[in-house]
């Protein structure tokens, strides 16, 4: 039944050391997007694929990176945690023109 | 790029009572207005959406209303209830672009 999948649900690392998020989805929809929000603010994009082309907002930072190897997973992988990375990490789909749908997202903690 | 604005920042109304919340975009091009209730802990939902060729658009008791002229658009919510108590985020959006959100409206419903 679940729709947008994110794995795990709670992710606890150390200061500098790489971590992976992974979403997934049964709907089929060709853009999916990762997007970082920390505690009383919106979600704010991070980078998001059209298909197989990435696209990464402006401010994003370089630590961020992500993979799509198919139509049905994302990954988000942080390659040097810092303290200011700890937030909850939405993955979403959406069909081009359509409502977008969230998954229960990660929350990440940086000890 | 989008930029929307969502006012106010937080709601406090009594059980009962309408609750309304603005957003202005600055994007004329923007076709596309979902407003998502986040409750504490969990992923943003969506509640209602409009498109730029409808001028206002209700569910039970929630309603949308836009204006393209003024390019504001507004959530009213009717006989609130507690379980209305979350945070709401509007957004903008143009075909082929990402979602641009508010900061959003922290609502309280008390009985």
């Known amino acids: 039944d679940a729709m947008v999948i994110q794995n795990p649900r709670y992710q606890v690392t150390q200061f500098g050391k790489p971590v992976t998020l992974s979403c997934s989805q049964t709907?089929?929809?060709?853009?999916m997007y990762w997007y970082q929000q920390k505690s009383s603010q919106a979600p704010k994009l991070l980078f998001h694929y059209y298909d197989k082309d990435f696209n990464n907002e402006a401010d994003t930072p370089d630590n961020f990176q992500s993979r799509r190897p198919n139509t049905s997973f994302c990954f988000l992988d942080i390659r040097s945690p810092g303290l200011g990375d700890a937030a909850m990490y939405l993955c979403?789909?959406?069909?081009?023109?359509?409502?977008?749908?969230f998954g229960p997202g990660t929350r990440l903690t940086v000890l | 790029g989008e930029n929307v604005e969502q006012h106010p920042s937080t709601l406090s109304v009594q059980e009962g009572d309408s609750a309304v919340i603005k957003c202005t975009y600055s994007?004329?091009?923007?076709?596309?207005f979902p407003w998502y209730k986040q409750e504490l802990g969990k992923r943003p939902q969506l509640i209602i959406d409009i498109r730029s060729n409808v001028g206002e658009k209700k569910d039970q008791r929630i309603a949308v209303t836009l204006n393209k002229t003024a390019k504001h658009f507004s959530l009213h919510i009717t006989e609130t209830q507690p379980e209305d108590s979350a945070v709401y985020f509007c957004?903008?959006?143009?075909?082929?672009?990402?979602?641009?959100f508010g900061k959003g409206t922290s609502l309280l419903v008390t009985p």
């Open positions: 979403a789909t959406s069909r081009v023109g359509n409502e977008q749908f």
């Open positions: 994007d004329s091009a923007s076709n596309y």
């Open positions: 709907l089929n929809h060709n853009v």
């Open positions: 957004a903008a959006k143009l075909t082929g672009y990402a979602l641009n």
